[in-house]
């Protein structure tokens, strides 16, 4: 069955440093890959997405995620983190070739941390 | 400005009681989706429609009822067979292009059970 992996529940850091927030993906072929960020109480904006072409991917707010076909990957990236990125984040995965199922598969979340 | 409204912000639900949240969509989007949050459990599809008049269910679909009869609208009826209502509920809209769609999201309706 297809899933989606997050397998950091919970992350801190300190405001300036990198951040990267790993996902995983069980899936036949090359999925449609998605990162949103939701604040506490807030809907989920989209940071992200990959569809095909170049597996490095820019975002909003600083983010980039790269695709790793090897590895089932699409992890989450930010070079110096701010304040304001603490938040919730999400993976999502679509299915290409899931017939009418237009179903996202989604991830548990990171809860991103960040220290002053 | 283009987006995606849900109201009422909080919504409180006595036993036995139907509630309905609504979901209002300008940006022309045909499919409709609405979510069930719970901590630590991530999303869970309750509902979707990609066009008026359909819908199919989601995941978790027991204890919801929908209606699309407008493309702007998909209200979600919380009915009282529903016997743990309180979370934090979202609705997504989309444009159906083929399968390369994504998703947007309003900013959520959280309900209290009282």
């Known amino acids: 069955a297809q899933s989606v992996t997050q397998p950091d529940i919970h992350i801190t850091v300190s405001e300036g440093a990198s951040l990267e927030l790993r996902c995983n993906y069980s899936?036949?072929?090359?999925?449609?890959l998605f990162w949103y960020v939701q604040s506490p109480g807030q809907g989920l904006q989209l940071l992200l997405k990959?569809?095909?072409?170049d597996t490095l991917v820019q975002g909003i707010k600083g983010f980039e995620a790269e695709f790793k076909r090897s590895q089932s990957s699409f992890n989450l990236r930010k070079p110096s983190v701010h304040w304001s990125d603490a938040a919730e984040y999400f993976c999502?995965?679509?299915?290409?070739?899931?017939?009418?199922?237009?179903?996202?598969?989604w991830g548990l979340g990171t809860s991103l941390a960040v220290n002053p | 400005d283009g987006g995606i409204t849900q109201s009422p912000k909080y919504l409180f639900r006595k036993e036995g009681q139907n509630v309905t949240l609504s979901c209002e969509q300008n940006?022309?989007?045909?499919?409709m989706y609405w979510y069930r949050q719970d901590p630590g459990q991530g999303l869970r599809l309750i509902y979707y429609?990609?066009?008026?008049?359909?819908?199919q269910k989601g995941d978790i679909a027991e204890g919801y009822s929908v209606s699309r009869e407008k493309k702007e609208s998909f209200p979600l009826t919380v009915t009282s067979a529903q016997k743990n209502p309180t979370a934090f509920y979202l609705c997504?809209?989309?444009?159906?292009?083929?399968?390369?769609?994504?998703?947007?999201f309003g900013p959520g309706t959280r309900l209290l059970v009282l």
């Open positions: 999502a995965v679509g299915l290409p070739n899931a017939g009418n199922n237009r179903k996202l598969i």
């Open positions: 940006l022309n989007h045909d499919a």
């Open positions: 899936y036949g072929a090359t999925p449609y």
């Open positions: 997504a809209s989309s444009e159906a292009r083929g399968r390369r769609e994504t998703q947007y």
């Open positions: 429609s990609q066009i008026v008049n359909d819908f």
């Open positions: 990959y569809f095909s072409g």
